[in-house]
């Protein structure tokens, strides 16, 4: 990677971290009531682990035209936890934990690719929701959302 990050802790910030073109490795970081946690856009690869992402007032992270591995980290008590966005490609999402998002857990947009393994999703709106235009491969996650829909496929076209 270009750039590497850890055990940094980032606070009250319009964008904790923004990463266009460009490889980053986060580790132990925790980004705390951001309007977005993380923004990854642009042909950036970013590898994500053992993070917490907290109390963002609009998305923990997001990836546009990207792609992105997030392991081993904690979402909670944000609007929308993740949303891959756009043609983000091999977008891997595994060990996590989502809890109490107030809207969307995990959101795989038009076209965007990925997977997402060995998770557990509660206390969401909604757990997962995916374009028809997205390739996702989804295993060994447990999801209970708060009120609406555990897996949410939609029509993009």
Do not use: K
Request: proline fraction near 1%; include cysteine.
């Amino acid at each position: 990677p270009q750039c590497r990050l850890s055990n940094l802790r980032v606070e009250n910030s319009y964008i904790g971290i923004l990463a266009t073109r460009t490889s980053v490795s986060i580790d132990g970081v925790t980004l705390y009531h951001c309007w977005d946690g993380l923004v990854v856009s642009s042909s950036t690869s970013v590898a994500v682990t053992n993070s917490v992402i907290s109390n963002c007032l609009d998305i923990g992270i997001f990836s546009g035209s990207s792609s992105a591995t997030i392991m081993d980290c904690i979402f909670n008590d944000n609007s929308w936890a993740t949303s891959i966005d756009w043609y983000s490609y091999d977008v891997m999402i595994g060990r996590c934990t989502f809890t109490d998002n107030a809207n969307i857990a995990v959101q795989y947009s038009t076209y965007s690719t990925g997977t997402i393994s060995d998770c557990n999703i509660h206390g969401s709106n909604a757990g997962i929701i995916v374009a028809i235009s997205a390739q996702l491969e989804l295993y060994d996650t447990t999801v209970i959302p708060e009120q609406y829909r555990s897996l949410y496929i939609y029509n993009d076209s």
